[in-house]
Structures are given as structure tokens and as C-alpha cells.
């Protein structure tokens, strides 16, 4: 019902959905749990798993730091940040190279170091792409420029107009650029092909963009040799703007094309030296969550339920890029387990009545002697309550601003939802297309996310911000619709859903009798790209929130399609070779 499905040990996200039959759905979990168990306090498991990616391998068993080798490495890191700030104020300004210097620091993850400056430099570019005269050091008809600019501004949140683009896409079919593509060429095709994912509804000439560029992108294939067909199938497989850079820095790093400046060499070296600190920081901080977790005892008092802690912290590590956000990465955690042990009780534990007594338990939020709930549900209200209170106190400590009311509104809309699909799961009700989707917005535990980021973040926190946000405004809706959406697209075909648990597709092939499976998934897809249309819109200049929320928000969607990328075993390779790669590679403290 929430951020995941609760069928396997690592095919899901955290925000719950609606399970497999219960008694299927128990030995599924049964055997999750059986690979993340947590037998030592400074590391996690020895089973090859991504949900339990060993520690001992890669961590001293007694948790001893290196310190002379950590010091080492932040004076080096320190160092080669300086140098590449200085290299940043040698650039022209309103330079093509320094849109290429931008999307460099974005590609390699280490932009957060730079978010004052480039937002300076996109301040320049935007005035100057909305000037009279926009050829300012990047001529008019060059493609791979003017995508550049464009997609970089759109990610910035600035509202440039996308008719500077249609030009080219009339070139290009009119059959000015046919024939064998060079290299020059090739960046300008994915250069605008990347841009096109930036589009919000109404703009056609981006979807015209998209679909013709990317067939030319493909017909190129052949012609290209190892280096630029690696460069292009990376671009139409994986454009930037819904990818997560973490993941693809080092692919960005060993197999970019394109003009080499004297700063690349400097870049690189950075970006190394980030990832090495950026490592031991996340290694750290699922040591605390997993022994958090442990002490809690939730796995002893729930012994069905998930148990996976390492993957519920594979969200706010995506979702919060910044090493300095260390607290609120694992205070996050901590929230995600609770949408997941929550969403358990609902599919695995829970009859209608007792359910209905928790929902209005956590409504009133007050637990008392006479709330006749079963003693596992007393337990996990008195846990969500803890952990309630624990990031309150943290975001009044840090930002004066006190959240209980709002988080425990939120908790209580997320449990109406979740009853609302057990009640229509229960009964046999198909729901409507409409009402599915409405629900399932709050079910997917997006809003629980965002809200708490929102407070930990601590940046425009304002009773106008409060208001709005509780509403469910756009950038939170589109992103729930997303994750949903593509939970619903990956439980059809990968989680042994027999239709009886309920999902987008299910309910469009009932609500519109003979649609065929594909239809409706097809369908399903579409409204996939409408909502990322919405969410790009929702991260435009003028909007309430800031770009630091807007990010988070961009992030779990761009989670998304990790964490339902299922191939035939039901399994999540990419994603696990991503955070192996991430959290265990060869360089760390």
C-alpha cells in the first residue's frame, strides 16, 4: 500500500502497496527477512544481497576509524575543491564552456559544492537566452549549446520557452543534418534529446523533440563506434534529468565525449576524492540505522514483517545528496521503516475490525488502556510516536519551528488511506480509475516523505508553506503518481499478483471492459510521462518551495525507476549494482 511491495526481499521501494494473498505474502517475507538479519553491531549481513550488502568485507569488525587516513583525504579533497572554485571564476561567464563546466559538476555529483555560483552563472544565461539578442558567445545555430543552456535552465527552475528548440527539429527533418553523424553532431542530437525530457504539458514540440531525435539517436547506432554508441544508448536509456548522478558518475567520468578543457583533469580528481567521503559518510550512517533498529525490536515483535533497514535508507541516501544532511538522512530512515512495518500490519497482520481501532488510534494519536488493539499494534504506535517526537525536537532544535501537528496529519491520512484499499480489497470492490489514484497518492507514503523532508530540510518554513504542503500541492502529488504508477506497471508482472490485491491496471481493464493488458499498461505509461510533464512544471520559477525541496521531490521519482526495474528472477540488478559500487567500492576510510 505504501512506498513498496512487501512480496520480496529487494524487488520493492519503501512505500508500501498492496501485497500478495497473506499467506503467500508471509513466506515471501519470511524469506526477506532471512537474508537481513543483523548479527553483529558493526557490520550488517554476509549474505551477497542488495538488501543486506555485507559490511565485514569492507569495514574493520570493531568499527575503529582511520582517522590519519580520513584527515588525509579531506585535506586533499579541500585542496582540489579550492582549486576547482578558482578554475570556476576563470571561466567566461556567458561562455558555452561554462555550461559545459555546470553540467560537468552536475554529472559527477558534486555540484552541491558549487550551488551558489552556478545559480549565478544560470541567472546570467537565463537573462541573456530571454534577451533581444541570445547568441552572446554561443552561436545561434549551435544545437549542442542552445540544448544545453535550455536543459540546464530548466533544471534550474527558470521557465525558458521551448521554441528556441523547434527551429532545429525543422533542420534536422527537413535534411540538413542527414547523413553520418560526427561527433560534433552526435552531442547536439543527445544534447536535445535530453532536453526534451524537461517538457511540461502543453509543450508538443518537446514530445515532437523526443520521439524524432531519439529514433534518429537509434538509427545512428550502427555508424558509431564503441565509445559514442555507449555515450548515446547512456543518453536515450538514462537521460539526465530523470537520473540519479550518484549513480552514473563514474560512467560520466570513464566514457564522456566531447571537448576537453583544462579543467576536466581537476574534476575528476574532485569528484574521486568526494566519493571516498561521501562512502564513509553513508557507511556510517547505516551502521547507526541498523543498530537503531536492532534495539528497537520491531523485527522481534513483528516477526512477518520487513526487516530490512539497509533498504529503506536507499531512499533519503538518494534523495538527500548533500553530506552534510547526515541527520536527516537517518531520522528519514527511521520515518520510511514505520510507512513499511505499517503497511505489514495492514497486509499481513491486521483484520478490518482491528485495523479500524489502529486508524482511529493514530487519528486521535493516543494509545490508551481502553483501545482495545492488539498489543503488536500498541507497540508500533508507541515506536511511530517516539520516532515522531524525536524529529520534532530535532527540526525546532535546528529550525524553531515545531512539526508534531503536521507530521502526526500526515501519519493519520496515510493510515485512512491504507484502510480505504483494505476495506476495498476486503469487500471486493473495484474502484474506479479516478478513485484509485486519488487514494493511492496518500497510500504510496509520498506525502508522509516529502513532509517530513520538508521540516528536516528547515528552509522557508513558514504557516503559508504548512498550509499548502498538508494540501498535497502538485510537486508532491506527481511524484506520488509516479512512484504508484510504476509500482502498479512492476506488481502486474513481477510480484505473482493474482488481481485480487488491486492496481492501476487491474482497475483500468475493469472500469473499461475488453482492454487488453497491454492497453491498460500502456495507458499506465502514458500517465507516467504526464506526471513527470506536472512535476517539471511544479519545479519552475515562480512556485512556493524551495529548490532544495523541489531536488528531494525530483529525486524520489528519479528513485523510482530503480527500484521497479525488475528483471526475470524478480530481482533489482542495476539498483544493486549501483549501491554496491557506491557504498563498497575500493576507495573509502
Known amino acids: 500500500m505504501a512506498l513498496s511491495r512487501a512480496s520480496f526481499a529487494f524487488s520493492q ?58 584527515d588525509d583525504i579531506r585535506g586533499r579533497h579541500e585542496r582540489s575543491l579550492e582549486e576547482v572554485k578558482q578554475l570556476f571564476k576563470q571561466v567566461r561567464g556567458d561562455s558555452l564552456e561554462s555550461l559545459v563546466m555546470v553540467e560537468a559538476l552536475q554529472r559527477l555529483a558534486i555540484d552541491y559544492h558549487f550551488e551558489d555560483e552556478i545559480e549565478t552563472l544560470l541567472q546570467r544565461h537565463f537573462l541573456i537566452s530571454t534577451s533581444q539578442s541570445h547568441s552572446h558567445h554561443i552561436d545561434a545555430d549551435n544545437l549542442y549549446g542552445t540544448a544545453l543552456r535550455f536543459r540546464l535552465l530548466r533544471q534550474g527552475g527558470y521557465p525558458v520557452p521551448s521554441d528556441v528548440l523547434q527551429r532545429f527539429l525543422y533542420k534536422i527533418n527537413d535534411g540538413t543534418k542527414k547523413g553520418k553523424a ?38 545512428s547506432l550502427a555508424d558509431l563506434d564503441h565509445l559514442q554508441a555507449r555515450f548515446v544508448r547512456n543518453s536515450l536509456g538514462n537521460p539526465f534529468h530523470k537520473s540519479l548522478a550518484r549513480f552514473t558518475a563514474n560512467e560520466f567520468l570513464t566514457n564522456s565525449i566531447g571537448h576537453s578543457y583544462s579543467w576536466t583533469k ?36 513483528l516477526k512477518y514483517a ?27 530512515t527511521k520515518s520510511i521503516s514505520f510507512i513499511y ?36 499494534m500498541r507497540v508500533c504506535f508507541h515506536a511511530l510516536n517516539d520516532i ?102 512492476g506488481s502486474a508482472k513481477d510480484e505473482f499478483q493474482d488481481g485480487r490485491d488491486g ?41 512556493p518551495f524551495t529548490k532544495s525541496f523541489t531536488k528531494a521531490s525530483l529525486n524520489t521519482a528519479r528513485m523510482v525507476p530503480l527500484m521497479y526495474n525488475y528483471d526475470a528472477n524478480h530481482s533489482l540488478p542495476l539498483l544493486e549494482h549501483h549501491m554496491k559500487s557506491l557504498l563498497f567500492g575500493d576507495h573509502s576510510f
Open 182 to 219: 560526427r561527433d560534433n553532431d552526435i552531442l547536439g542530437l543527445a544534447s536535445l534529446f535530453e532536453a526534451s525530457h524537461l517538457g511540461t504539458e502543453g509543450e508538443d514540440v518537446l514530445d515532437e523533440i523526443g520521439e524524432s531525435i531519439g529514433q534518429r539517436l537509434h538509427a
Open 13 to 70: 521501494g519503501p512505500f508500501a502497496s498492496k501485497g500478495a494473498p497473506r499467506t503467500d505474502k508471509i513466506k515471501h517475507l519470511q524469506n526477506a527477512n532471512s537474508l537481513s538479519s543483523t548479527n553483529n553491531r558493526c557490520s550488517i549481513s554476509s549474505h551477497q544481497t542488495l538488501v543486506s550488502t555485507p559490511f565485514k568485507d569492507y569495514i574493520h569488525p570493531t568499527g575503529k576509524r582511520n582517522f590519519a587516513i580520513e
Open 266 to 301: 581537476n574534476l575528476g580528481e574532485l569528484a574521486q576524492l568526494d566519493m571516498n567521503i561521501v562512502r564513509s559518510v553513508h557507511q556510517r550512517e547505516i551502521l547507526h540505522i541498523t543498530n537503531w533498529w536492532k534495539d528497537l525490536g520491531m523485527a522481534k515483535e
Open 341 to 376: 512495518i505499517i503497511d505489514d500490519i495492514f497486509d499481513v497482520y491486521g483484520t478490518i475490525d482491528d485495523l479500524t481501532l489502529f486508524t482511529d488510534v493514530v487519528n486521535r494519536w493516543e494509545c490508551s488502556e481502553k483501545d482495545n488493539i492488539p498489543e503488536y
Open 503 to 543: 492496481s492501476y491496471v487491474e482497475c483500468y481493464k475493469e472500469e473499461f471492459q475488453g482492454a487488453s493488458d497491454e492497453v491498460a499498461r500502456d495507458h499506465v505509461k502514458k500517465m507516467i510521462s504526464e506526471a513527470w510533464k506536472r512535476l517539471n512544471k511544479a519545479c519552475l520559477y515562480p512556485h
Open 306 to 332: 520487513r526487516d530490512q533497514p539497509l533498504k529503506w535508507y536507499m531512499w533519503p541516501m538518494a534523495i538527500l545528496t548533500d553530506t552534510g544532511l547526515s541527520q536527516g538522512r537517518v531520522l528519514i
Open 388 to 489: 515522531t517526537n524525536e524529529v520534532s525536537s530535532v527540526v525546532y532544535k535546528n529550525h524553531g519551528w515545531n512539526p508534531l501537528c503536521s507530521l502526526r496529519k500526515t501519519w493519520a491520512s496515510l493510515l485512512n488511506a491504507f484502510l480505504v484499499e483494505a476495506r476495498w480489497f476486503a469487500s471486493g470492490h473495484s474502484p474506479t480509475t479516478q478513485d484509485y489514484l486519488d487514494n493511492a497518492i496518500v497510500s504510496s507514503g509520498v506525502h508522509v516523505l516529502l513532509v517530513h523532508l520538508f521540516f528536516l530540510l528547515g528552509e522557508k518554513i513558514d504557516p503559508q508553506s504548512v498550509d499548502l504542503l498538508e494540501k498535497t500541492p502538485e510537486v508532491v502529488s506527481s511524484t506520488a503518481s509516479i512512484l504508484r504508477l510504476w509500482d502498479d506497471l
